[in-house]
């Protein structure tokens, strides 16, 4: 579902991916672990687009995208290619980013009537599924302030799934939440992966991520190390750079 051979991106003289490659199979809940600074929520920018990326290949289903410095599209090109990744990758912030002058529905409904063009009827129609999948369908007509942080994230959620795509970003999921609410977070991720989605999270909770993973990807000063499965990357890791994480953690 998703693949990426040697990505770079820069911030000026600061380079934040250096050559990241790895891929993610279709239906994967995939965790990506990393220190601080290791490029690994830069890395979900890139994925939807949100950052332009210097150097390399990512594909997603069946778009590609190519750096920058390698590959000049006009802006109408530009826009285009956007449109497409948005209408297959959704993404659920860290600090859940929902309009707070819009309604839980109206929330939910901005980006497929706008991006894929759809009714507002049928829009709704899709939106109010997805609520009822994150168990919010009698909160359509509330605003944020009104919700908690639980319930703004599983709105967010549903923003994400009402554009049905076919991969899902989560930046650092449980980082607002309360340590009470990890567990429901976990419960809800492996529900979606019961509806066949591809699962991205960048996450700091390596507990969380054991519980979630199929796969986990360890990134380190902007490269994607190594990656495995649970098992192998916390109990058996090849390189010295995962080993000396994993050490680290005990």
């Keep these: ?57 990512l594909r997603i289903g069946d778009v590609e995208m190519v750096g920058a410095e390698e590959k000049a599209l006009s802006p ?25 002058h819009l309604t839980v529905l109206e929330n939910c409904t901005e980006a497929p009537r706008v991006v894929k063009r759809l009714a507002r009827d049928e829009a709704e129609a899709v939106a109010r599924r997805y609520l009822d999948e994150v168990d919010l369908a009698e909160k359509v007509d509330a605003y944020p302030a009104q919700l908690s942080g639980g319930q703004q994230q599983r709105v967010a959620i549903a923003r994400a799934l009402a554009m ?65 499965t649970v098992d192998q990357i916390f109990g058996a890791p090849q390189r010295p750079e995962t080993q000396a994480f994993v050490r680290g953690l005990s």
């Excluded at 990505?7 to 790895?22: E, H, I, M, P, Q």
């Excluded at 492996?190 to 990807?217: C, E, N, P, Q, W």
């Design 164 to 228: 049905e795509p076919e991969v899902i970003l989560f930046d650092e999921p449980t980082s607002a939440l309360d340590p009470q609410l990890i567990d429901g977070v976990a419960r809800m991720l492996r529900d979606l992966h019961g509806l066949g989605k591809t699962l991205v999270v960048v996450s700091h909770d390596l507990h969380f991520a054991r519980r979630i993973s199929d796969r986990v990807i360890y990134f380190e000063a902007g490269r994607a190390v190594e990656s495995g």
């Design 1 to 57: 579902m998703i693949e990426a051979s040697d990505l770079v991106k820069r911030y000026g003289a600061n380079t934040v991916l250096d050559r990241a490659s790895f891929a993610i199979e279709d239906g994967q809940i995939a965790t990506i672990v990393g220190r601080s600074g290791s490029g690994k929520s830069t890395l979900l920018r890139c994925l939807n687009r949100l950052e332009p990326f210097e150097r390399g290949r």
């Design 76 to 100: 109408p090109e530009q826009r285009a290619l956007t449109r497409r990744v948005r209408a297959r990758v959704g993404m659920v912030f860290q600090s859940f980013q929902l309009f707070p």
